[in-house]
């Protein structure tokens, strides 16, 4: 069983859609949770941190759900410059090391 | 204040050749990673340094692969004897400590044929 797991999508979506993402881990002693945003062809880049509250930054909205060991992403009001690959990080093992989901597509279109 | 910097950006190289990446990190960050990805496997984790030493290298796929870190400001990654199968995009990333968030270098993509 993979560590960090995702639904690779992609997920097609029209302008001003909501869409969700979901993401499981396995280790229950994660400690600490990202999102990252990666462009094609470019590097990762980290989009919020998923507070055990959840937490919320414009349209974005993170929450964690540590019983089911999950964390997610919900986007309201897509837009096309959303459209992107959005990898979950889980900060797992002795070392907290940041392992990363294999990523999620996103295609926001007119 | 500068992010993470790889060089080069790219490299094309044969098969058999070694090939050197290199990183520095942003200032003051003390735990630095090496990630591989590719189109198959996603973002893999190679090696993790903290305060210079090599604390994680189960990552790192044989003995052809070999990362240092001689200072706080500089890591390599270098592969010898390179094979076709290297070919992904090589990312270094830093973070002030291993729970913190990780910022990425624009990466290097390496081709071997």
């Known amino acids: 069983r993979k560590e960090v797991e995702q639904d690779p999508g992609p997920f097609n979506v029209p302008e001003g859609a909501t869409v969700a993402f979901n993401c499981t881990y396995s280790?229950?002693?994660?400690?600490?949770f990202f999102w990252y945003r990666q462009d094609c062809r470019k590097e990762p880049k980290l989009l919020m941190s998923v507070y055990s509250s959840g937490n919320e930054d414009g349209r974005f909205t993170a929450q964690l759900n540590r019983a089911s060991q999950y964390i997610s992403l919900l986007i309201r009001d897509s837009k096309l410059s959303d459209s992107a690959t959005y990898l979950c990080v889980v900060n797992q093992g002795g070392s907290y090391i940041p392992t990363f989901g294999r990523g999620t597509s996103l295609i926001v279109h007119p | 204040d500068a992010g993470v910097i790889q060089s080069p950006r790219h490299e094309v190289t044969e098969m058999g050749q070694e090939v050197t990446l290199r990183c520095k990190p942003i200032s003051g960050h003390n735990s630095l990673f090496w990630y591989r990805q590719t189109m198959m496997r996603g973002l893999e984790l190679l090696i993790y340094?903290?305060?210079?030493?090599?604390?994680?290298d189960s990552g790192m796929p044989e003995d052809r692969f070999s990362a240092k870190m001689p200072n706080a400001s500089f890591s390599t990654l270098k592969i010898q004897p390179s094979e076709p199968r290297d070919s992904a995009v090589y990312f270094c990333?830093?973070?002030?400590?291993?729970?913190?968030?990780?910022?990425f270098g624009q990466g290097t993509r390496l081709t071997v044929v």
């Open positions: 340094f903290n305060n210079n030493v090599p604390i994680d």
């Open positions: 990333a830093s973070s002030l400590e291993s729970l913190a968030e990780a910022f």
């Open positions: 280790n229950s002693a994660s400690q600490s």
